[in-house]
């Protein structure tokens, strides 16, 4: 077999049978020989962004790994945005890129020219900062190590996508028919280890009576969900969550307060300020979690984090205590952890707290401008669709009232955390639908994010995908209006002055598409996602529709806008003192 027929072939034994595609010259012998082999298959798309970001659903479904094939030059380019989410979310992937022939690259010419073959581009440099691993080859040795080497780097540690990128010639060099693959060696934590980890924890825990845990999306990712779940239930020891973390456990779990951060829920966010001890799983506590100044944050609280990469825990530069392993071996040490004694008045306090502010509508937009409550949708849809339906986020206002208001019981629901860029849901729910045919499909979007990747509605109809695509239509982008709101008079450049939209039932028209208007809560009828075919949903909002609660800035994270009167202020910080005072 060549080079392209080679790496098609170790890629389908490995599992990872989907390529995603936009074809040109420099990756058309790879795309053939996608196309001859019995067991791969490939789609289509518009633009190579949605291509990877397609992909980048492909792990979050099931664990396996999807591949991106693109040309050389802006081909490869055009992979950068979706590479960086899947490198900021540790999603691995596995991006092809084809090349100019060696004989036409400037490399062997030892000239300084910018470029010397049609559309020759140093992809590989340009990817290095957000990918794992991104390497060219120069011969069908290379090839075969190298492919061995970045799979098993995308799924090692902290997984993450990598990038191959193949000179045509290399394409087409023979390489033989046996596939080279070196299965990579995991190293288990030893007994002592495992007793030291135990004991760092135990003595971290033991003069605590308020503990809390951070649940993040590390626990997910390494596969360890179901061990932390029961560790957590039989200590009876309350936790709360990342937005990533959201899609990995029920989250009617009685011991779960709610998710954590700027756009978090206001029990969460004062039990995180009143806890004693807070113990972090896989989560790296990012701006959005702790807000702009992490002084503020868990501030009665003695922390210690647990992550599998060294890098994340060096940023808490001593505040934190800190544990470097893979959640993977946490069931080896659950088992030697005790608990202390959990103050009664702690649980007593987050029930409270829980039983004031899970899963309640409290927005009060709406009520005031008799308008669409986004949130009430939200929860409409939740009832609509299917206990094992995959939920797609986007990014801004809509992705902020998807997290909010939905409680995650059997379904899938993601979005690209990190970079969050505009148009992630709708090329990602085709990804989630090609990948899993069987299973409904919902992509959540706003006006904006969805017209960044609106070309990928023909790939919906050719391959005739039924994917409902919701639109919370507030006419810009509301949350960065809200953010003008708070810090430039309201001046709406950008957003509402400059920005517009289509008719997006001419868009559906354009497309051959399904179009549902929403104006209210009763339109959301369970027709609507009974009918197998790819529909758009526009729900019709008013152009202010507030996200809430939001924390401003300069504010710790429990004291969100819209703000608590003092009383109640005061009550729920039953454990801090002075906690409207702002830390430098």
């Known amino acids: 077999m060549n080079g392209a027929e080679y790496i098609v072939e170790f890629l389908r034994q490995r599992g990872s049978d989907k390529f ?20 791969t298959t490939y789609t289509c798309f518009q633009h190579e962004q949605s291509a990877a970001m397609a992909v980048d659903s492909l792990y979050r479904i099931d664990g396996r790994l999807g591949v991106t094939v693109a040309t050389s030059g802006p081909g490869a380019t055009n992979l950068i945005t979706g590479i960086a989410s899947s490198y900021f979310d540790s999603i691995p992937a596995i991006h092809i890129t084809g090349q100019v022939n060696k004989l036409e690259s400037k490399g062997l010419e030892n000239c300084s020219a910018r470029q010397l073959g049609f559309q020759e581009t140093n992809i590989v440099d340009m990817v290095k ?22 799979y098993n780097i995308a799924i090692s540690g902290r997984k993450g996508p990598v990038l191959i990128d193949v000179p045509m010639n290399i394409q087409n060099e023979e390489m033989g028919e046996e596939i080279f693959y070196e299965v990579p060696e995991k190293l288990a934590l030893n007994d002592n280890q495992n007793n030291e980890i135990a004991q760092k924890i135990n003595d971290f825990l033991k003069d605590g009576e308020r503990p809390l845990v951070v649940w993040g999306a590390g626990i997910g990712l390494s596969g360890s969900e179901q061990s932390i779940e029961n560790f957590l239930e039989e200590n009876n020891l309350p936790f709360v969550s990342s937005w990533a973390g959201m899609t990995y456990f029920d989250n009617t779990s009685d011991n779960y307060i709610g998710h954590i951060g700027v756009y978090g829920n206001r029990g969460a966010n004062f039990a995180i300020q009143n806890c004693d001890r807070l113990l972090v799983l896989g989560s790296r506590l990012d701006n959005r979690q702790r807000g702009g100044n992490p002084n503020n944050f868990a501030i009665t609280a003695e922390t210690l984090a647990i992550d599998v990469d060294q890098g994340e825990l060096d940023k808490y530069r001593n505040k934190y205590e800190t544990i470097c392993m893979d959640l993977s ?31 309640r509508d409290l927005s009060e937009f709406h009520k005031k401008e008799n308008s669409l409550s986004p949130y009430k949708i939200v929860q409409s849809l939740q009832s609509c669709i299917q206990e094992d339906a995959i939920v797609i986020g986007d990014t801004g206002a809509a992705l902020c009232w998807m997290y909010q208001a939905f409680i995650r019981t059997k379904q899938l629901i993601f ?31 706003g006006d904006g994010g969805f017209q960044l990747n609106l070309q990928e509605l023909q790939t919906i109809k050719q391959y005739d995908l039924d994917i409902k695509i919701f639109i919370f239509n507030n006419y810009g982008y509301g949350i960065i209006k809200q953010f003008q709101d708070s810090y430039c008079e309201s001046r709406y450049d ?34 609507i996602f009974d009918e197998k075919v790819a529909t758009i949903i526009d729900v019709k909002l008013h152009p202010n529709t507030l996200i809430e609660p939001k924390l401003e800035m300069g504010r710790p994270i429990h004291d969100q806008f819209p703000y608590l009167d003092d009383a109640e202020f005061e009550t729920n910080s039953r454990f801090c003192e002075n906690t409207r005072k702002i830390n430098s």
Not at 129 to 150: F, H, I, R, W
């Open 415 to 445: 979005t690209s955390g990190g970079n969050s860029p505009m148009g992630y849901s709708l090329p990602a729910s085709i990804g989630a639908a090609i990948h899993a045919p069987q299973r409904q499909i919902i992509s959540l979007n």
């Open 329 to 359: 071996d946490f069931s080896s040490i659950s088992s030697n952890i005790k608990i202390p004694k959990i103050s009664a008045d702690w649980l007593s306090y987050l029930k409270d707290l829980k039983n004031q502010y899970f899963n």
């Open 20 to 39: 995603f595609l936009l074809t040109g010259g420099a990756c058309a012998f790879i795309i053939d020989a996608v196309g001859r082999n019995p067991g």
């Open 129 to 150: 900062p957000v990918t794992k691993y991104a390497v060219q080859v120069n011969s069908a040795k290379e090839l075969k190590e190298e492919l061995s080497k970045a």
């Open 494 to 527: 950008a957003t509402g002055k400059g920005y517009s939209c289509p008719d997006f039932k001419n868009i559906a028209n354009a497309y051959d598409l399904e179009y549902h208007e929403i104006k209210s809560v009763d339109d959301m009828k369970q027709s």
